[in-house]
């Protein structure tokens, strides 16, 4: 079980916690609003009315010991820069921050956060993703221009193997395994002689322009 600090129960912060939570990880998670506290209380393991902006009180919480902390302090950028620092001088191994805009990320970056992320951004690149391209059933970024997507394989691919394909040394992806969409099933470390089928789902990484070779497969 990992231990998780949330700092801020906005939409983000509460669902980051509502789901490591529902996950069986031990989350505690603070604000300053007193309803979002009482909200989260029966989805968290210690919920905390409090500003966090104030170092005593992260040194109290003994941050070092949080496997990460995820920061969500909605417009308020200040706030999320200086709990970012207080955070990486406390010992905090591992902090990840919604960020703003671009600017407001370089700063978290420079500071000590591990990893900004902006949510609406990424969202509305997956929607725009899953818009332009219908065989893309869902698509995450990873950095350095590689994804995780999961493919309906063209109607080309039905009845021909991994092998007849070529699919690694054509189209330079990795097949990380395939789900069969009737049964729900999965199955990994895919042999070069499976089948596709038409109720079947391709989950690979790649590189973006490398997973697009797969939707326009003639």
């Known amino acids: 079980m990992k231990q998780f600090l949330i700092i801020g129960l906005g939409n983000f912060g509460m669902g980051v916690a509502k789901t490591l939570y529902e996950e069986g990880d031990d989350i505690t998670a603070i604000d300053i609003d007193k309803s979002r506290v009482q909200e989260i209380q029966e989805s968290s393991n210690q919920a905390l009315l409090g500003d966090a902006t104030d170092r005593k009180i992260l040194e109290q919480l003994g941050v070092?010991?949080?496997?990460?902390?995820?920061?969500?302090?909605g417009s308020d950028e200040h706030a999320a820069i200086?709990?970012?620092?207080?955070?990486?001088?406390?010992?905090?191994?591992?902090?990840?921050v919604k960020a703003e805009n671009e600017d407001h990320g370089s700063i978290l970056k420079a500071v000590g956060a591990n990893k900004v992320i902006f949510p609406e951004d990424e969202m509305a690149k997956k929607l725009a993703l899953s818009l332009s391209n219908p065989n893309?059933?869902?698509?995450?970024?990873?950095?350095?221009?590689?994804?995780?997507?999961?493919?309906?394989?063209?109607?080309?691919?039905?009845?021909?193997?991994?092998?007849?394909?070529?699919?690694?040394?054509?189209?330079?992806?990795?097949?990380?395994?395939?789900?069969?969409?009737?049964?729900?099933?999965?199955?990994?470390?895919?042999?070069?002689?499976?089948?596709?089928?038409?109720?079947?789902?391709?989950?690979?990484i790649g590189k973006f322009e490398d997973l697009e070779k797969i939707r326009e497969a003639k």
């Open 82 to 96: 200086l709990i970012t620092l207080h955070l990486k001088e406390l010992g905090c191994t591992n902090t990840i």
């Open 136 to 204: 893309f059933l869902d698509f995450i970024p990873l950095g350095e221009d590689y994804s995780v997507a999961e493919i309906a394989p063209p109607e080309q691919f039905h009845g021909k193997s991994i092998m007849d394909l070529k699919l690694r040394q054509k189209y330079k992806v990795e097949i990380i395994a395939i789900k069969d969409e009737s049964s729900g099933m999965f199955k990994y470390l895919t042999p070069p002689d499976y089948v596709f089928q038409a109720s079947d789902t391709i989950i690979c």
């Open 64 to 73: 070092d010991k949080f496997d990460s902390a995820v920061i969500s302090m």
